[in-house]
């Protein structure tokens, strides 16, 4: 069975199961994905600023709807029975009775990776009016999105099948993707880039054509358009040899035309929220403009911030394998290791043609 195959069936078994048995709003800010979706499905792509908060005038009862399950977040010793999630199908969706909602922290986010979840809950609301179908309907739409473009990019690339299959099987990605979480389409979406940048440097083509600089462009746009903290991984461009361009000019140009598409996406999109900003947590003093301030008066400071950062590495690694809920539900240790020796394994054992050194070193910094 090739490797893309393999995935769409382990995805198909394990997807469904994460969907079903996540209680709603058990992912991160799943409750704000969820108001960010719903604002969607109505047309409405710009948020609405009212005093500190940024949102959007919805049905009062999803507050309500939300409530229901709060006391699980952060709190993995709480449980939830299948009679309450089906209880909670009497909140519906009122369109009389509108208050503004503030979900600072998801109205800013671009409207892309939203796409799914809201078409899910648009065709839900021609036959329900139920909040608890629309959460579900934004869910499965989600996940085949994501399983859609994770597949696309295991076909694509002519190297490191079973490196991408492995990466897009942990945990944590076949979770976020049976979630209303953004990070499915983000990881979809960066996922397909890479795996194209991989075709085009390694592929059997040996000279690529305008379309090919095209597809990158917009690729690099998607990405910088799910999660605009992902604007350099479009420079994996550079792993393409020249030779592949035919000119240096060429190839600089392509580089220019894919750089500058992701620059001017993440830019118009800037500009588009500069009057409705508001910093998630500006109830507690959080201030971008200080914070860039105290940066650059305070470089050593930074420094040490970043390093102590990268000391939380182990930290990073167990959640980037999977820690579930609001970030709260661990994994049992044996699994996480388990999943490490898998990708470990995998990738000392991928017989499939290799990057030159200088490529993959290349590859790290990106990363």
Not at 21 to 36: K, M
Not at 131 to 154: D, E, K, P, Q, S
Not at 233 to 247: E, K, N, Q, V
Request: proline share 6%; with cysteine.
């Amino acid at each position: 069975m090739s490797p893309e195959w393999l995935y769409l069936l382990i995805s198909i078994l394990f997807g469904p199961a994460f969907l079903c048995l996540t209680p709603p709003f058990q992912a991160p800010d799943e409750n704000a994905h969820f108001l960010r979706s719903l604002q969607i499905s109505e047309g409405r792509i710009v948020s609405v600023k009212h005093g500190n908060a940024t949102g959007d005038y919805l049905s009062s009862s999803i507050l309500e709807f939300v409530a229901n399950f709060r006391p699980l977040r952060f709190n993995p010793d709480a449980k939830t029975s299948y009679a309450q999630i089906r209880a909670s199908h009497e909140f519906q969706f009122d369109d009389r009775d509108r208050i503004f909602i503030g979900f600072s922290n998801a109205a800013i986010h671009p409207p892309l990776t939203y796409l799914p979840q809201a078409l899910g809950m648009f065709l839900a609301r021609q036959f329900s009016s139920s909040l608890l179908v629309l959460f579900y309907a934004g869910r499965c739409l989600n996940l085949v999105a994501a399983t859609a473009l994770m597949f696309w990019a295991i076909r694509l690339t002519p190297i490191g099948k079973l490196i991408l299959t492995v990466l897009a099987l942990t945990p944590m990605t076949v979770f976020l993707s049976a979630s209303l979480s953004s990070d499915a389409l983000t990881n979809g979406f960066s996922f397909l880039l890479i795996a194209y940048v991989l075709r085009c440097a390694a592929g059997p083509e040996q000279s690529l054509t305008r379309s090919s600089i095209l597809r990158l462009a917009l690729l690099g746009c998607a990405v910088g358009l799910s999660k605009q903290a992902y604007f350099l991984l479009p420079t994996c461009y550079l792993l393409i040899p020249a030779s592949r361009l035919g000119t240096s000019r060429s190839y600089w140009t392509g580089f220019i035309v894919v750089m500058g598409a992701t620059f001017l996406s993440v830019a118009a999109w800037a500009i588009i929220l500069r009057g409705i900003y508001s910093p998630a947590d500006v109830m507690v003093g959080m201030d971008p403009h200080l914070q860039v301030h105290f940066i650059l008066t305070h470089p050593f400071e930074f420094a040490g911030a970043v390093l102590r950062t990268v000391s939380q590495a182990p930290m990073y690694l167990q959640q980037y394998i999977g820690v579930l809920g609001w970030l709260d539900t661990r994994l049992p240790r044996w699994l996480v290791i388990a999943e490490v020796i898998i990708i470990a394994v995998v990738c000392l054992q991928d017989t499939s043609p290799h990057l030159r050194l200088a490529q993959c070193l290349y590859a790290i910094g990106i990363a």
